[in-house]
Nanobody, 115 residues
Framework: QVQLVESGGGLVQPGGSLRLSCAASGSFFRIMRMRWYRQAPGKERELVAGITASSYTNYADSVKGRFIISRDNAKNTVSLQMNSLKPEDTAVYYC?????????WGQGTQVTVSP
């Protein structure tokens, strides 16, 4: 079964940058559509960015121009480069994958943007 493990979360100052990574197990990563979601306490989980197997990307309006999603199929990883971070970016960020009608989730990694 597919396992997704996020890493790279932490505490950063407003305007700073952080890079999240998601490592996937299994042999089907190359054909998986990958996404990053985030959820703040008391808020709904929201889609942040997505990337297809062919590396087509899409972003939530709130992060366009600031975040970049990418994938490295040789390493079975998907990353989220977050720049110009704002306090409202504070949330638990989750890696998500879709393959063969099945959906997989990582455990989440905390991102806190604060002075």
């Amino acid at each position: 079964q597919v396992q997704l493990v996020e890493s790279g979360g932490g505490l950063v100052q407003p305007g700073g940058s952080l890079r999240l990574s998601c490592a996937a197990s299994g042999s089907f990563f190359r054909i998986m559509r990958m996404r990053w979601y985030r959820q703040a306490p008391g808020k709904e989980r929201e889609l942040v960015a997505g990337i297809t197997a062919s590396s087509y990307t899409n972003y939530a309006d709130s992060v366009k121009g600031r975040f970049i999603i990418s994938r490295d199929n040789a390493k079975n990883t998907v990353s989220l480069q977050m720049n110009s971070l704002k306090p409202e970016d504070t949330a638990v960020y989750y890696c998500n994958g879709l393959q063969g009608g099945a959906e997989y989730w990582g455990q989440g990694t905390q991102v806190t943007v604060s002075p």
